[in-house]
């Protein structure tokens, strides 16, 4: 490609534009690059097109914090949770060859082609919480992280962890993970446990903490006797597994 092929216009905005993460129509337009001139300049090299209305610079490399910044302004309450979130803020069991991230949102959506060729990823809209949570809380992006990239803090990363248990998250794994919390904020917890509408997840943290005499298992507990339901509920996981969830 021959760069004197191109408008002045379009090399300053070139050189504004941000690297590693995907760019939108949106944001071309906010610079002054109509829809069509960005279709244009990938017809010709200049752009490389990912998806509708999604482009890269040619010869980029899409990282993967720049691509979950740019997927958490497509999606409401978009963020990296359960035990993706966990093993970011330092609890993990085992290092995973190839990392498979754990994404969560507000709405139902299916994670584009381009970014889980890159980054083997999984989505999901559970409402763990009711609507009177104060919006985002619990979500904080990592310390040294991309400031755009929220990431469940370790007690809401533990509640979705435990959502997950029968689904794609293993007991014995869990179990291990929840073993292996220290420092849980009992005020923090509190607060979520209070607006957690799933019955499971409340009677699983209460019966965990117990049999492990953690810190806040009266706290859990406390939420259990609150959320009521039935006497008995039976969680079984792919593999067998079965946590016999009692009321208290």
Not at 44 to 52: E, Q, Y
Not at 173 to 180: D, F, P
Not at 192 to 201: D, G, N, P, Y
Request: hydrophobic share 45%.
């Amino acid at each position: 490609m021959d760069s004197t092929a191109l408008p002045v216009s379009f090399k300053v905005l070139l050189a504004s534009l941000p690297r590693g993460e995907p760019l939108s129509t949106a944001a071309l337009q906010a610079r002054g690059l109509s829809a069509f001139r960005a279709s244009a300049l990938a017809r010709s090299g200049w752009l490389k097109h990912l998806a509708r209305g999604v482009y890269m610079l040619p010869g980029d490399t899409l990282t993967r914090d720049g691509s979950l910044a740019y997927l958490s302004t497509q999606t409401p309450g978009f963020h990296v949770g359960s035990k993706t979130a966990l093993a970011w803020r330092g609890v993990s069991q085992n290092i995973a060859f190839r990392e498979h991230l754990s994404l969560w949102g507000d709405t139902p959506r299916r994670l584009p082609e381009w970014f889980t060729q890159r980054f083997p990823a999984g989505y999901q809209a559970a409402q763990l919480f009711d609507a009177t949570l104060p919006t985002a809380f619990g979500l904080q992006p990592l310390p040294a992280g991309d400031p755009r990239v929220l990431v469940s803090v370790p007690e809401r990363a533990m509640l979705e962890l435990l959502s997950d248990v029968g689904k794609v998250q293993s007991l014995t794994e869990t179990r291990e993970l929840v073993e292996g919390l220290s420092g849980l904020r009992a005020k923090v917890l509190d607060e979520l446990l209070t607006h957690t509408t799933r019955i499971k997840v409340v009677r699983m943290a209460a019966t965990l903490a117990a049999s492990m005499k953690l810190p806040w298992a009266t706290l859990a507990n406390k939420h259990s006797k609150r959320i009521g339901g039935g006497a008995r509920w039976v969680a079984v996981g792919r593999s067998g597994e079965r946590l016999d969830l009692r009321r208290p």
